[in-house]
């Protein structure tokens, strides 16, 4: 049975002085939008609470003149996810468990989670370096967990070194353990414009991200991914997309005693949005029900954009 503190919800946040504080909607996820981190941000969160949705985690809009090929403003500590953590805690305090996307995609102008050498290799152990800076300075805003997404090897044991090396070993990691190559993202991507994008003259960025996502007809690596996060420490482990992927959730659940999450992702919102809005599916009963199968499958939390909505209909029908 679904429950409201089975989810996550994941929150864009901008703060773009154009925007005077308002939220900028997002055309290929009707319902969601960049939230204004003082107004719509704070007011999202007490919907959420209000339905008993304790979880969420956080993706910051960053603004085209802050993004670097390297992607420092992921660990600059007044930098928007830093702030909208900080301003979480202070007006939920311990009400809220606050996420934090660790990855440099949204602050990267090559539009990739790692940093991409001239030649087009994407660096793992630089990287690394710099997911862990982020992590930290996560951790200093008074983020509950840390969530790389970004699949570089060994990120997991070195965040947790650099987080309990800092003080802060109560920190937990979630770890996008079985994250797929998928074509699923899209309007994630279009929400925080952070897809690849081509470089300047002389420099080769792929214009995918399957040297370090994985392959979607490829099972065996997640039990790989799997063994290697729990060896490095990971607190709970997600498999990406979700109803796609349920064989691979299965799979989690019956190899690993931590914690399983799914991320029913923007694409998988954005189908059944666009066939409710054509009165081609009830939207209740579809929504209820991939997220009831992603739990049957063995994922405890559920990443999802229908999380407010999802618990008011459980709770309207008292449950
Ligand atoms: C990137 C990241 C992505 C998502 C979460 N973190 C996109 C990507 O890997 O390109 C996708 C979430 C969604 O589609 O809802 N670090």
Request: aromatic share 6%; glycine share 8%; hydrophobic share 40%.
């Amino acid at each position: 049975m679904l429950t409201p503190d089975n989810f996550i919800l994941p929150l864009f946040v901008h703060d773009d002085p154009e925007a005077g504080g308002k939220d900028i909607p997002i055309a290929s996820m009707p319902g969601c939008a960049r939230l204004g981190l003082e107004t719509g941000l704070p007011r999202a969160v007490a919907e959420a609470v209000a339905q008993g949705v304790h979880q969420v985690v956080l993706f910051p809009k960053t603004p085209e003149h802050l993004k670097t090929p390297t992607g420092e403003e992921a660990f600059n500590p007044d930098g928007l996810a830093q702030r909208a953590i900080r301003l979480l805690k202070q007006e939920f305090g311990g009400e809220v468990e606050v996420y934090t996307d660790v990855a440099l995609d949204p602050y990267s102008s090559d539009g990739h989670d790692g940093i991409v050498r001239d030649d087009g290799v994407v660096l793992n152990d630089e990287t690394v370096e710099f997911l862990c800076r982020q992590a930290v300075s996560q951790a200093e805003a008074g983020a509950d967990v840390v969530s790389p997404s970004d699949m570089m090897d060994g990120r997991v044991g070195a965040i947790r070194a650099a987080l309990d090396e800092a003080g802060h070993t109560e920190v937990s990691i979630m770890s996008y353990t079985a994250k797929y190559a998928s074509a699923f993202y899209g309007p994630f991507r279009d929400a925080l414009a952070s897809a690849p994008r081509p470089g300047e003259e002389g420099r080769v960025i792929p214009p995918n991200k399957r040297t370090y996502q994985q392959d979607p007809a490829n099972w065996r690596e997640a039990l790989r991914e799997a063994e290697a996060d729990e060896a490095e420490g990971a607190d709970i482990m997600m498999v990406k997309p979700g109803m796609p992927y349920l064989d691979i959730i299965r799979l989690l659940r019956d190899n690993s005693s931590l914690p399983i999450a799914a991320y029913h992702v923007s694409g998988e919102y954005a189908m059944l949005k666009a066939a409710a809005q054509q009165g081609w599916l009830d939207e209740r009963d579809c929504a209820l029900e991939a997220l009831l199968c992603m739990k049957r499958a063995g994922a405890d939390l559920l990443l999802t954009y229908y999380a407010t909505q999802a618990a008011q209909w459980l709770n309207d029908d008292g449950i």
